[in-house]
Nanobody, 118 residues
Framework: QVQLVESGGGLVQPGGSLRLSCEVT????????MGWYRQAPGKQRELVAS?????DTNYADSVKGRFTISRDNVKVYLQMNSLKPEDTAVYYC??????????????WGQGTQVTVSS
């Protein structure tokens, strides 16, 4: 059973930093894309950053220059610097995974809360 296990959320003051981690566990053939989404109260879930297996990255305009996505095999990280109160949200790890039967599915982590407040 494939699972995405997240860690690293918490409470931080404005201007501070946090690093989110996510690891894919279970039997998989390949991961073509990994990324992070977030959802603030009363808002739709939005893409924060993603990275393909070819190394192409995509960032939301609101986080460019502050957040960095990186990947190490079955793990993906989101380094968040210069955090702002508007970054407060539940952050979800996402991965596009193929199994050995070549079936591809989107998988999601359980979500981790990031709160930016003084």
């Amino acid at each position: 059973q494939v699972q995405l296990v997240e860690s690293g959320g918490g409470l931080v003051q404005p201007g501070g930093s946090l690093r989110l981690s996510c690891e894919v566990t279970g039997s998989i053939f390949s991961i073509s894309r990994m990324g992070w989404y977030r959802q603030a109260p009363g808002k739709q879930r939005e893409l924060v950053a993603s990275k393909t297996s070819a190394g192409d990255t995509n960032y939301a305009d609101s986080v460019k220059g502050r957040f960095t996505i990186s990947r190490d095999n079955v793990k993906v990280y989101l380094q968040m610097n210069s955090l702002k109160p508007e970054d407060t949200a539940v952050y979800y790890c996402n991965a596009l995974i193929a199994d050995y039967g070549m079936k591809t599915d989107d998988y999601w982590g359980q979500g981790t809360q990031v709160t930016v407040s003084s």
